[in-house]
């Protein structure tokens, strides 16, 4: 089994470079946007950047479990029995990682919009 973790880091070193962009923009908003534009558009800049944040969780378990793999190979682990069914068995690992992970957003998102989390007023306790 072949893991390809390329695609992946050139998605998440576009999605660093876009939230670098995005707080770039934010924080120099008076500046560029119209302060009535922000105001329009902040919860929908708020789900944007919630589902670049969840994608980028995603691409990091293939990465991650790839690099974890690479490392026990390389200390001399690739012999043990674990070590050689985590690679067999890698794309299904991540697999099952992204299922888990979207059970937990199916859960989560109903929730952040029952208690405004995309929404744009902001309240202080």
Same mark, same amino acid.
């Given at each position: %089994?072949?893991? =390809?973790?390329?695609?992946?880091? +050139?998605?998440i070193?576009?999605?660093?470079f876009c &939230?670098?962009?995005? #707080?770039?923009?934010r924080?120099t908003?008076y ?6 534009? %922000?105001?329009k =558009?902040?919860?929908a800049m708020r +789900?944007?950047?919630f589902c670049?944040?969840i994608? &980028?969780?995603?691409? #990091?378990?293939?990465?991650?479990i790839k690099?974890f ?8 682990n690739?012999?043990h ?9 890698a ?6 990682v ?7 957003i199916?859960i989560a ?8 989390f ?8």
């Amino acid at each position: %089994m072949h893991l =390809n973790i390329k695609p992946y880091l +050139v998605m998440i070193t576009l999605l660093v470079f876009c &939230f670098s962009l995005i #707080a770039f923009l934010r924080n120099t908003r008076y500046d560029y946007v119209p302060a009535h534009w %922000m105001a329009k =558009n902040e919860a929908a800049m708020r +789900v944007v950047v919630f589902c670049a944040f969840i994608l &980028f969780g995603m691409l #990091a378990v293939p990465v991650a479990i790839k690099t974890f793999l690479a490392i026990q190979v390389k200390i001399g682990n690739g012999d043990h029995r674990l070590v050689q069914t985590l690679s067999t068995y890698a794309k299904e690992i991540v697999y099952g990682v992204w299922i888990f992970y979207m059970i937990g957003i199916c859960i989560a998102v109903p929730l952040m919009i029952k208690y405004d989390f995309f929404s744009t007023a902001t309240t202080s306790q």
